[in-house]
Structures are given as C-alpha cells and as structure tokens.
C-alpha cells in the first residue's frame, strides 16, 4: 500500500499509541482503606442493593454513562467488509470523541460474526453493562433489522449513528444552506444518492423536515412505488414516502433540475461536473463518503456548485456525524431517554444548525466547529421544548 502524508502522520500516531482508549477508574490514588470499599468486603452491600432495588444500578454503577458502539466490520467508512479487527480503529477514535465532548464512557464492541441473530443476540447479553447502544458501520439492510428488533426488545435506547446520526447532520447542513440560497424545504429537489442506512435515515428525516419532493436512488436507478427489482422492505418504505410522480431512470436523470445532492453511496466520483450544470440555480452538493466523495469539492464549485460540503475534514462544510452522536448521547443518558424518535432528531439537527448564527453563516460554514461549546447547550434545551 501507498499511503499518503496525512494517512502516514495517522499511522504513526497509531503505532506511537498502541490504540487510542484506555480504560481508568474514579478513584485516583487508591489507599489502602479505600480497596475495602471499592471491593470486597464493602461492594457486597451494593450488589445486595441493586438486587433488591434494580431500579439502583443507574445510582450506584456506571451503567448510566456506558455506551457501547456495535460492529461486525461489514462497512467500515468507504473501506466496505474489512472485519472486525480492522474496524477496531475506527471505533476507538469514536470512543475518544464521545468521551472529548460529551463525557461519555463509550467501549468498542467488534464481534467475530456477521449474522444478524447472533448480533441481536449478544448485544442483548451485553445489556445490563450499558446504558446506550450506538451500532456503527454494519452492512445494510440488515443494520436495520438489528436495530429495530434491538429497539423493540431492550430498555435502552438503540442509537444507530449511520441512520440517526448521518440524517440529523444533513439536516442540519441542508437547513442552514437553504437559508443562503433563500430556497424553501417544501419546494426544492432532494435527490439522495445510497439506499442503505445513511440514505434511509436521510430520506425519513427530511421527509419529516417538510421535504415533498424527494428521490432516492441506489444502484439501480431511481426508486419508485412499484419497482420489483433490488427491493428490500425499507426501499419498499422509500418508495412509499418520496417521488410522488414516480420518476424512472438513472442518478442522472434524477438530478436533471434538482436544487440538492446528499451523496452517502459509499462510491467515489459517482457524479460529474456535467451533472452539476444540469441541475436548478445555485445547486447544493453534500457529497459525503468516506474518505473519498462522490465528486471532488473543487470539482464540484467549477461546475456551478454554490454549497460543497463533504463528510471529510479535509474540507470546508464538514457534513460530518461527529458533531451529532457525543452531544446527543450525553442528552439521552442524562435524561434516560428509552427510544429514539423523529421529534428527538429534528429538535438536534435544527439546535446544531442555529448554532452558526447568521453572522457566521457563509457558504464556506454552514456547520458549527466540533468545539463550539454551544453546540451542547442548544440541544438539550432544543429536546426540553420538543418533549
């Protein structure tokens, strides 16, 4: 492999690190009066405690700021199936970033299987450790499947970040580039490149945000009410809430005259600077894989593009879920949140993008800075109006 200057800094840093968490304890500079305490034969009253009161555990263990991210390495960023050991890194940078900002206590959790029972099953065996479950780059469609049958049998919430996370931070995005090119939700063209679980998560959310006319497509062309082939039941669920005129035909055709692309193929170059000059005035290009875009944003600009964001932060407008899932999660640990719903997810994604002020907002930042402390703040008092 030829890697270059960027990936070789990441991979001595890696090297430098033996990994990126560590687990410590509370408790610093242990005395030896503490240890009867913390362990035997004080910890004894507080598992006769919780026996008793199981309601306690939040109170007396860390349960309540435990999340644990799920992966079985099937589709890990742009890299697709490369395994568990592979995704270790990836989820370990995800730890770090949920405990950086939002103090949050988040465990890599790579299985050795890929079949969706025994995924339903362990994560429900490893339950009673965690107060959250955040499934991370599992292949679709069976993510899905994991995560609504997860939701409906656990009491913790199932937080599934390419689903959840990915669609309130297009929203976010797509609000606030909206307010610049002065166009309105219910009135522009959406077409969405990917039906897995980012596109899926895209396509519910904006639908609920007001978007009316909306296209998804995925390898086969634009989805539609009644299209037989490459169908699943959440394309199914697709065809069922966007293309009202039931359009046919390729990405391409779909983008004739629309105002916005959200690309989250997983394909890069899937589009062309031709492409972009056949779409409406002042077009809107969210091209979001993984490292590599679905159109380079340079690209993108010389062919008439008004907004480029990427999901990379190599680049301006990082459309990037990083800025969702810490804030977020602190939210629904804090408050005990059981489910994730669609008001908990407008509420985040219109909070993250009032963050950018009117001020600041520009068609070079459209998003707020990962360490914009206010970022926090407005979405717990966004989920506070909202429930």
């Known amino acids: 492999m030829t890697y270059d200057k960027n990936s070789k800094k990441a991979l001595a840093l890696h090297k430098k690190l033996k990994g990126k968490i560590i687990v410590t304890g509370k408790v610093k500079n242990l005395k030896a009066s ?4 913390i362990y035997t034969p004080g910890v004894a009253a507080v598992c006769e405690e919780i026996y008793h009161h199981p309601e306690k555990k939040y109170d007396l263990t860390s349960k309540g700021n435990n999340v644990a991210i799920v992966t079985d390495g099937t589709r890990i960023l742009g890299l697709g199936n490369i395994g568990p050991y592979a995704a270790l890194p990836v989820m370990e940078g995800k730890a770090v970033l949920y405990q950086e900002f939002g103090q949050v206590s988040a465990f890599p959790i790579c299985l050795a299987t890929t079949k969706k029972e025994e995924i339903i099953t362990a994560v429900k065996a490893i339950e009673p450790a965690f107060g959250a479950i955040n499934l991370e780059d599992i292949e679709s469609p069976k993510v899905l499947e994991v995560s609504d049958e997860l939701t409906k049998s656990l009491s913790i919430p199932v937080f599934h970040d390419d689903r959840h996370g990915t669609s309130v931070v297009v929203l976010a995005g797509l609000l606030n580039s909206l307010k610049l090119v002065k166009k309105k939700s219910s009135t522009i063209r ?7 679980s980012a596109g899926y998560g895209i396509c519910k959310l904006l639908v609920a945000a007001g978007c009316e006319n909306l296209l998804v497509t995925d390898s086969d062309g634009i989805i539609y009410k009644g299209r037989r082939q490459n169908m699943n039941k959440y394309k199914t669920d697709i065809a069922n809430i966007t293309n009202p005129n039931r359009e046919k035909g390729l ?3 779909a983008l004739q005259n629309a105002d916005v692309f959200i690309g989250v193929s997983g394909i890069n170059n899937l589009i062309t600077p031709q492409m972009i000059k056949e779409m409406n005035r002042e077009p809107i290009i969210f091209a979001l894989t ?17 907004i480029v964001a990427t999901g990379s ?3 301006p407008n990082k459309v990037n879920n990083a800025l969702v899932f810490p804030h977020l999660m602190r939210v629904i640990l804090d408050r005990k949140i059981k489910k994730i719903t669609m008001d908990l997810l407008l509420a985040t994604s219109r909070a993250i993008a009032a963050t950018v002020t009117d001020k600041k907002l520009h068609y ?15 979405i717990v008092r966004a989920i506070s109006k909202s429930r």
Do not use: F, H
């Open 34 to 37: 503490e240890i009867k305490l």
């Open 190 to 196: 959406v077409v969405v490149a990917g039906a897995g």
């Open 251 to 253: 990405l391409s055709d």
């Open 290 to 306: 993984n490292p590599d875009p679905e159109i380079k944003p340079e690209l993108a600009k010389k062919a008439g593009a008004r």
């Open 313 to 315: 932060y190599l680049y």
């Open 364 to 378: 070079d930042n459209i998003m707020p800075d990962m360490y914009d402390k206010k970022i926090q703040g407005n």
